[in-house]
């Protein structure tokens, strides 16, 4: 059905060991082998990619158009049966699953129309019979290192802008959804990209990752992960002084004020903090309540929690579907000891679930009675695991809520237009809902976070030319007929 090899300068190769991919709703079943490229074969695929962007920059429009509309347009056509791939491997449902691969398409079609849209800027000089061209141009090779819990989208809102600004990659995704990643490349070998001007290096961070981030022959490092790894990515950059961009973990806050409508409330709430099993960094990890509407909120929630149906990724009525991996269920249940032990209250949920197949189920968790210095608070889990904070008021809210050393994303749920306006102004985060979850974000707009949630330009829309091209100011002369 598809390869699972490495894409290198046009071909699939081998590497040196494989690694398989189960599926977290039945881990009996194991979805393939997939080989790991060798630390050697990242120099073959950062020379692959300078060789074919030496010659891709120079593509007309027209061409660069053509090949995203066919990515874009396979990768809709063929959502369902990708989308079906990707739930068995990551474990989001089948329609997040078909949804994601449909987004990912997506973002080719929209990169493709903006290369259509591009212009420069001409100006006159001071100097007289001059003129100045600000133009942009690729930055050149860009290593995409991207994480496993959008496996097609997540690659694509980095792939496509790069190659509609003229710019080669080396692509490592995350060593946990290899078949995703395999799907996509596959659909890339099929448009009439060159060879060699994609190129995915599977395998781990440790060696594969560490090989890219650190050599200086790539001159552009965009990255989608931890906290943890950002920071040692930003460590090699610094060495080589490597153009970066990086989107990491979050901690984001839904508030609800007494105004708020309690029904919207409670959907925006399980919504943010559960599907996709809390598996987002845009996930609601903390939920702050004004104290008139605190116990119904809660009350509500747990009702609303007790109706969930979590199950295989591919049932039909599964809400909500497995954690990815046993390494996730160990860290999300010992979350829920260590917000026990801190003193919070687990209303409900947090504990493992046994369903017909073998595979990562746990109940999502709401947890009450704690406060925003604890742990659970303050650490990015990646789990469906979520803390009430009681707040004397508004004012309250909206500090516990900016309270953090993350930013990506926040929301408030109210009825009051002056609140909703004063929380987007005061709100500290890249991305700021009103009425709606904190998860869930637009292709064509930026996004992106402040503090430790993200460093450098952002991705999306018209904002990630910022990152994929540098700017070239040109001073002409027209001499005596200026
Ligand atoms: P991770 O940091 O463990 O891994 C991300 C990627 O980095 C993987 O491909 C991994 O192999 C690679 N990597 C690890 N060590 C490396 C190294 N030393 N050098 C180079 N590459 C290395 O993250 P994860 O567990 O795959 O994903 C979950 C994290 O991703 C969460 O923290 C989540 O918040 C974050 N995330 C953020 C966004 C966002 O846009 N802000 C979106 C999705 C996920």
């Known amino acids: 059905m598809f390869e699972t090899r490495n894409h290198i300068d046009g071909r699939w190769v081998e590497g040196p060991s494989t690694l398989p991919d189960i599926n977290p709703s039945d881990t009996r079943e194991v979805i393939g082998e997939f080989a790991q490229a060798g630390e050697d074969q990242v120099p073959e695929a950062i020379t692959a990619a300078r060789r074919a962007q030496s010659q891709w920059q120079?593509?007309?429009?027209?061409?660069?158009?053509?090949?995203?509309?066919?990515?874009?347009?396979?990768l809709m056509e063929r959502s369902a049966e990708f989308g079906e791939l990707l739930s068995r491997e990551e474990g989001k449902t089948l329609p997040e699953g078909k949804g994601e691969v449909y987004r990912a398409g997506q973002f080719f079609t929209y990169y493709a129309a903006e290369v259509l849209r591009r212009m420069g800027d001409l100006t006159d000089s001071v100097r007289p019979g001059v003129e100045v061209l600000v133009s942009r141009e690729p930055v050149g090779v860009v290593a995409v290192i991207t994480p496993w819990n959008f496996p097609t989208a997540l690659p694509a809102w980095k792939l496509a802008p790069a190659i509609a600004h003229?710019?080669?990659?080396?692509?490592?995704?995350?060593?946990?959804?290899?078949?995703?990643?395999?799907?996509?490349?596959?659909?890339?070998e099929d448009s009439d990209l060159p060879p060699g001007l994609v190129n995915m290096v599977l395998g781990s961070g440790r060696?594969?990752?560490?090989?890219?981030?650190?050599?200086?022959?790539?001159?552009?490092?965009?990255?989608?992960?931890?906290?943890?790894?950002?920071?040692?990515?930003?460590?090699?950059?610094a060495v080589?002084?490597?153009?970066?961009?990086?989107?990491?973990?979050?901690?984001?806050?839904?508030v609800v004020v007494d105004d708020a409508d309690l029904d919207t409330a409670v959907s925006c709430a399980v919504n943010g903090s559960f599907f996709s099993m809390g598996q987002k960094c845009t996930a609601s990890s903390r939920i702050v309540v004004t104290r008139g509407v605190h116990d119904e909120f809660v009350a509500r929630m747990q009702?609303?929690?007790?109706?969930?149906?979590?199950?295989?990724?591919?049932?039909?009525?599964?809400?909500?579907?497995?954690?990815?991996?046993?390494?996730?269920?160990?860290?999300?249940?010992?979350?829920?000891?260590?917000?026990?032990?801190?003193?919070?209250?687990?209303?409900?949920?947090?504990?493992?679930l046994e369903r017909?197949?073998?595979?990562?189920?746990?109940?999502?968790?709401?947890?009450?009675?704690?406060?925003?210095a604890m742990r659970l608070n303050r650490e990015e889990v990646f789990g469906p695991l979520t803390c009430v904070l009681r707040a004397d008021d508004y004012d309250h809210a909206l500090a516990l809520a900016n309270d953090t050393e993350f930013g990506l994303t926040s929301s408030i749920i109210t009825t009051s237009l002056s609140r909703a306006t004063h929380f987007r102004r005061h709100s500290r985060t890249g991305c700021v809902m009103v009425n709606l979850p904190t998860s869930g974000t637009d292709y064509h707009v930026p996004f992106g976070g402040r503090k430790n949630s993200s460093f450098g330009p952002r991705e999306q829309g018209r904002h990630a030319e910022e990152f994929y091209t540098q700017v070239k100011t040109a001073y002409v002369s027209a001499g005596q007929a200026g």
């Open 240 to 254: 080589n002084l490597t153009k970066l961009q990086m989107e990491m973990g979050s901690k984001n806050p839904l």
């Open 207 to 237: 060696t594969v990752g560490e090989a890219l981030i650190t050599s200086p022959d790539i001159d552009a490092i965009t990255f989608t992960g931890s906290l943890a790894t950002g920071r040692r990515i930003a460590e090699a950059a």
């Open 58 to 74: 120079w593509s007309p429009p027209e061409t660069r158009y053509g090949a995203l509309m066919q990515i874009g347009n396979a």
């Open 303 to 352: 009702a609303a929690m007790d109706r969930l149906v979590i199950g295989h990724a591919l049932e039909a009525d599964s809400q909500i579907g497995p954690v990815v991996d046993e390494h996730q269920l160990a860290r999300n249940l010992s979350y829920i000891e260590i917000g026990r032990g801190d003193g919070a209250e687990l209303v409900c949920g947090g504990e493992p």
């Open 356 to 372: 017909a197949t073998p595979g990562h189920y746990m109940a999502p968790a709401l947890f009450v009675g704690g406060d925003n």
């Open 166 to 188: 003229g710019n080669a990659v080396v692509w490592k995704p995350a060593s946990l959804v290899p078949a995703s990643a395999a799907a996509l490349m596959q659909i890339i």
